[in-house]
Structure formats: C-alpha cells, structure tokens
C-alpha cells in the first residue's frame, strides 16, 4: 500500500510537443504529492506539489492533474525544451505528523531539437 | 547559503572496506534523511533523522548505519562494504512538519560509491 508506481520509464518528446509522465498510488491517507525533477550528475529538485483539495496545479509550462477517485497524479510539460531533458519523479506522503516521501521509479525525459 | 552538501562526491571501496558518508546542511532543518538510487528503483529511504541525537530506519536499512551528533551534520557509515551496496547516494534534510513547514526535501548532490 506504500507504493508509488510511474510511467513510462523513459521518454522522447520533440521540441515543443507535450510530456506526460503518470503516477498512481494505493495508499488513500497520501495528501501530498511532489514531483521532483533531476538533472544528471545533480540532486532532486522540487519541481511542483500538489494537495488533493484541487483537480489541478499550473506554474508556467508545468501541470500537476490530481485525481482522487482514480487515485492517479500525472505531470504535464507543456512546449517541452531540451533543457527539460532530466530524470523526473513522483511521490506521496501525508502531511500530518512525520511522514516519510515514498518515491516513483522515475521517468527519464528527453526532448529532442 | 551552500543547502546541502556531500563528501566525498565519488568513491571506490573494495568488498569488506568500511567508509562513513558525511552529510550538512545550514538551514537549520530538523529533519534529514539518507537515500540510495539504483536504476529503476527511484529513491531508497536508508535512514533518516527527526531531530539531534535521533535516527530511524528507512525502507533499507541494512547493512547502513547513521549518526547525527549534531542538528547540521547526518552521516552514513558503510561496516563491511558488499557490492550489492554500490549506487548514487544522496542525502536531503527538510523543515520540522510539525512547526508548520513546508515538505520539500532539499538534496544534496550526491556520492556515488562503486564497491569491488
């Protein structure tokens, strides 16, 4: 019930097209869900959060869709661009007390000139 | 303002070696945690830390081994190096959630160990 599962594994997307990476989870007490973005040689980064309170979360060309029946998140990269070549990971926790992030198994993205 | 930093950044042992992984932070979080990433498997929680003097164990704990003597400082000791432990380790530490922070994990860059 801990586990995050992500797909695809890896994907190409021509400049300027659309990346769509998904999440689903089991466990239903999760109420926060991050994704982390990674560049090669470089720690995660927090890209985005989203909290189940709304369907949807935008900053620039980045969308978080939430939906809670589904139990499903996915991130959407809008007018994806090379520099958005990186490895990108979802993940879950809840938000009261200590909860530990349980991680997807990644996405790696390459977005080809 | 460094965030989070590691030493070494890489490192070769050979089987039954022993080494420790050091880990700081100046951003006096509370909270701070010890990961492995393997290829296909995400982000492995080794250990992690509530507060000074305090450690946990993760979802793969063995065979690791962690101290925080101080709020800033988290380290990681190998005992007896074995290849199934070589992988990218990166160490991240976080606000207190219960003082109402926010939950993003602040990593550093990473130590990559490759045991022979």
């Known amino acids: 019930q801990q586990q995050v599962k992500q797909s695809p594994q890896s994907l190409i997307v021509q400049k300027g097209g659309i990346s769509i990476i998904n999440c689903a989870y089991e466990n239903t007490a999760f109420d926060y869900f991050p994704w982390y973005q990674q560049f090669p040689g470089k720690g995660p980064a927090l890209l985005i959060a989203i909290r189940p309170d709304v369907s949807e979360k935008k900053e620039g060309r980045f969308t978080i869709s939430f939906n809670k029946s589904a139990k499903q998140f996915s991130l959407h990269i809008m007018d994806s661009q090379p520099g958005d070549s990186a490895t990108y990971f979802c993940a879950a926790t809840r938000s009261t007390g200590f909860q530990k992030l349980v991680f997807g198994t990644g996405t790696r993205l390459l977005v080809s000139p | 303002n460094a965030g989070v930093t590691q030493t070494p950044k890489f490192r070769v042992l050979k089987t039954g070696q022993s080494m420790t992984l050091l880990c700081a932070q100046d951003m006096n979080h509370e909270y701070m945690y010890w990961y492995r990433q393997d290829p296909g498997m995400g982000l492995r929680l080794i250990h992690y830390?509530?507060?000074?003097?305090?450690?946990a164990k993760g979802e793969v704990p063995d065979g690791y081994n962690v101290s925080r003597l101080k709020k800033q400082n988290f380290l990681l000791g190998l005992e007896s190096a074995a290849p199934s432990q070589t992988s990218v380790y990166f160490c991240?530490?976080?606000?207190?959630?219960?003082?109402?922070?926010?939950?993003?994990?602040?990593f550093g860059p990473g130590t990559r160990l490759t045991v022979l």
């Open positions: 991240a530490s976080s606000y207190s959630r219960l003082a109402g922070g926010a939950d993003t994990q602040y």
């Open positions: 830390s509530v507060g000074e003097g305090t450690t």
